[in-house]
Nanobody
Framework: QVQLVESGGGLVQAGDSLRLSCAAS????????MGWFRQAPGKEREFVAS????????RYGDSVKGRFTISRDNAKNTVYLQMNSLKPEDTAVYYC???????????????WGQGTQVTVSS
């Protein structure tokens, strides 16, 4: 059974940092590109970052470039999202997802975690 479990969310102040983790089933990590998306209340799901199986190819959403870093440790079956210089507009539920190929379209992701809440106060 495929499972993606996010952790690391919380309440922080503007300018702080957080690191999200996504623990995945072994076969997923070894075979799938991984991505992070977020969704704020009343808004559409937004692409944050994605990383290829090898970790060599990476994409970022425009709103997080230069502040967020995605990485993966296939030996630990885990994907990370390091978030620095957080802003109130980063407040959302953050989801980890897996796709057969590297892409930014959430419709092309096959598996999803349950999400973790990130709240940034001003």
């Amino acid at each position: 059974q495929v499972q993606l479990v996010e952790s690391g969310g919380g309440l922080v102040q503007a300018g702080d940092s957080l690191r999200l983790s996504c623990a995945a089933s072994g076969r997923i990590v070894r075979s799938y590109a991984m991505g992070w998306f977020r969704q704020a209340p009343g808004k559409e799901r937004e692409f944050v970052a994605s990383i290829s199986v090898s970790g060599i190819n990476i994409r970022y959403g425009d709103s997080v470039k230069g502040r967020f870093t995605i990485s993966r440790d296939n030996a630990k079956n885990t994907v990370y999202l390091q978030m620095n210089s957080l802003k109130p507009e980063d407040t959302a539920v953050y989801y980890c997802a897996a796709a057969p190929t590297l892409n930014t379209d959430h419709h092309l992701y096959d598996y999803w975690g349950q999400g973790t809440q990130v709240t940034v106060s001003s």
